[in-house]
C-alpha cells in the first residue's frame, strides 16, 4: 500500500466520532499500532532501495544533524512561544470571562508567532534535505537512486503541483525528505545496518 494510501485511510479512521472516542480512551494502545503502521509503510519506501550496511552509515551521520537541527528548532519554537504567552493569557481571560473578542494587536503578536516559526522550520527542513540529499547522491548507485526517486507517489509532497514537471531529482529530494528524514526512520535504519552486518558476517563465516 502506497504513502498516500494508508494516510487517507488514517486519515478517515481517525476523524470518525468512534474512533476519536476509542483514542481517547486508550491512547498508548493506538499509537503503539499506528506506530507499527508507520514503520511498515517506511520500510515500503526503504527496503526496495536494497541498500547495504555500510551504505546506511555513511547516511546515518547527515540523519543525525538533522535530527539535532530539529532539536534546536524545536528548543527555539518553545522560547518563542513562552515569550508570548503574556499576551495570551489577558486576552484568553477577557475572552472566556467577559466575552472580549481579542485585539487585533493581540492576534497580530498569536499570528505572527505562528508565521516566523514556520518560516524558520521551513528553512531548517530544506536546509537539511540538502544536506542529507547530498549525502544520498555520493553514497547510493545509479540503480538505488532511481528505486528511491521512484518509491513515493510524485504526488505526494507536491499537492497542487504539475508533477509532470517534476525532475528525478525533485522526487529523489521528496523521498529524503519524508522518508529518511520520518522521525521513525531513524531507528528503523539503524536496526536495517546492524541486521545487514551480521548477515554479511555470517555468509564470511
Not at 499570528?111 to 527542513?125: H, I, N, Q
Request: glycine residues 4%; contains cysteine.
Amino acid at each position: 500500500m502506497s504513502h498516500r494510501t494508508i494516510f487517507l485511510c488514517l486519515l478517515l479512521i481517525l476523524t470518525s466520532p468512534l474512533a476519536l472516542a476509542q483514542a481517547q480512551s486508550s491512547t498508548a494502545e493506538a499509537d503503539r499500532v499506528l506506530l507499527k503502521i508507520r514503520e511498515l509503510d517506511l520500510l515500503n519506501q526503504i527496503l526496495p532501495v536494497l541498500m547495504r550496511g555500510d551504505q546506511i552509515k555513511k547516511i546515518l551521520p547527515a540523519l543525525e544533524k538533522a535530527r539535532e537541527a530539529e532539536r534546536r528548532i524545536q528548543k527555539d519554537e518553545l522560547s518563542e512561544l513562552k515569550g508570548i504567552e503574556a499576551t495570551l493569557d489577558p486576552a484568553l481571560a477577557a475572552a472566556k470571562d467577559k466575552g472580549q473578542v481579542p485585539t487585533r494587536e493581540t492576534l497580530n503578536v498569536m499570528f505572527g508567532a505562528l508565521r516566523d516559526m514556520r518560516t524558520k522550520r521551513l528553512l531548517m527542513v530544506a536546509e537539511q534535505s540538502e544536506n542529507v540529499l547530498k549525502t544520498v547522491e555520493e553514497t547510493l548507485d545509479e540503480g538505488q537512486i532511481k528505486a528511491a526517486a521512484n518509491s513515493l507517489d510524485p504526488r505526494i509532497g507536491h499537492e497542487g503541483m504539475d508533477v509532470s514537471k517534476l525532475s528525478d531529482r525533485d522526487k529523489l529530494r521528496t523521498w529524503v525528505r519524508i522518508v529518511l528524514m520520518d522521525p521513525t526512520a531513524y531507528g528503523l535504519l539503524v536496526e536495517l545496518s546492524r541486521k545487514k552486518e551480521d548477515s554479511v558476517a555470517e555468509s564470511k563465516s
